[in-house]
C-alpha cells in the first residue's frame, strides 16, 4: 500500500488515458508541491489540457491515480481552494455584464446563485481586483475590455475565492507581446508574493525559461520534469517537438 505524499498539492501516479483506442497520455507520474509554478509545454495533441481536466477531475482516466490535496481526486470537494483559467474565448462586446460582476460571479459556489453579496464578499471582489491592478475598470462592460484586461479580469475572478492552486491554460493567445509581459509579472507576483501555486500550459516556449520554477515536457509521455535550465535546448526541444527547434532570445 502506498501512502499519500501530504506535501504535493497535485500528484499523479501511473495516469493514463486511452480514447478509442488512441492513447491520449501514457504512465504519467507528476508531483506539484506547494510554492511551485510548474510551465508544461509539448505539441499539438501532446495531451497538455487533457492532463489539465484530469486534475480537475473533469475527465475521466483509464487508469492511474490523481490526489488532490492529500485526497483523490473523486473523493475532493473543497474547490474554493483551486482556481482554473481555461483557454481564452471572446467575449461579445455587448456582453451586459460589468468587470466587477464577472469576478463576483466566481463566488457563486459560496453565496449562492441568486443572493446578493454581502460584505465579505464585496471585500474578496475588490481585492482581487487590486491585485490584478482592474480596480479602476470594475464598472466597465468586460466585453469592451481589450484581450489583455479581460484575462487580468478572470484571473481576478479565479482569485476571489483565495485559492492556494491556480491552472491556466494557454491565457495568452491573441494578447499582444506588451500585455503578455506585462501578464506574466501578474503570475510571478501571484507566485512569490502570495503564495500562489501555478500550473501553466503554454506554447511559450520562451516563457519558460524565464518565468516558471519547474518544467513539464509532455508529449502523450512525461518527457522531463524539473528546473527549465537543465531541458531548454536545441536538441531537447527539436526531441520534444520531433522537428527542428532553435531558441532565439528577444526582450518578451
Given at each position: ?24 497520455l ?16 509539448g ?104 484581450v ?14 483565495r485559492?492556494?492552486?491556480l ?27 502570495h ?58
Open positions: 500500500m502506498r501512502l499519500v505524499d501530504m506535501s504535493a498539492l497535485v500528484e499523479l501516479r501511473e495516469v493514463s488515458l486511452q480514447r478509442e483506442g488512441e492513447v491520449i501514457d504512465r504519467i507520474d507528476l508531483r506539484v508541491e506547494q510554492g511551485d509554478f510548474l510551465g508544461i509545454i505539441p499539438n495533441g501532446a495531451g497538455k489540457t487533457t492532463l489539465l481536466r484530469i486534475i480537475l477531475g473533469l475527465q475521466p482516466l483509464s487508469s492511474g491515480t490523481v490526489i488532490l490535496f492529500g485526497q483523490p481526486v473523486e473523493a475532493f470537494r473543497d474547490w474554493a481552494r483551486l482556481g482554473y483559467i481555461p483557454q481564452r474565448v471572446a467575449l461579445d462586446p455587448r456582453f451586459p455584464a460589468t468587470v466587477a460582476e464577472v469576478v463576483a460571479s466566481g463566488l457563486t459556489g459560496r453565496t449562492g446563485l441568486f443572493r446578493s453579496p454581502g460584505p465579505d464578499a464585496s471585500r474578496a471582489v475588490e481585492e482581487a481586483l487590486q491585485l490584478v491592478g482592474m480596480a479602476h475598470h470594475r464598472q466597465r462592460l468586460v466585453g469592451r475590455l481589450s489583455g484586461q479581460q484575462q487580468r479580469a478572470l484571473i481576478a475572478r479565479a482569485l476571489v475565492t485559492p492556494e492552486l491552472f491556466l491554460d494557454e491565457p495568452t493567445g491573441g494578447i499582444d507581446p506588451e500585455a503578455q509581459e506585462q501578464f506574466y509579472e501578474l503570475l510571478q507576483t501571484l507566485n512569490r508574493s503564495a500562489v501555486t501555478l500550473i501553466l500550459v503554454t506554447h511559450d516556449i520562451a516563457v519558460v525559461g524565464s518565468a516558471v520554477r519547474k518544467l513539464a515536457c509532455l508529449n502523450r509521455r512525461l518527457v522531463f520534469h524539473g528546473e527549465p535550465k537543465e531541458f531548454l535546448s536545441d536538441a531537447a526541444l527539436s526531441s520534444l517537438y520531433g522537428a527542428p527547434v532553435h531558441l532565439l532570445s528577444h526582450r518578451h
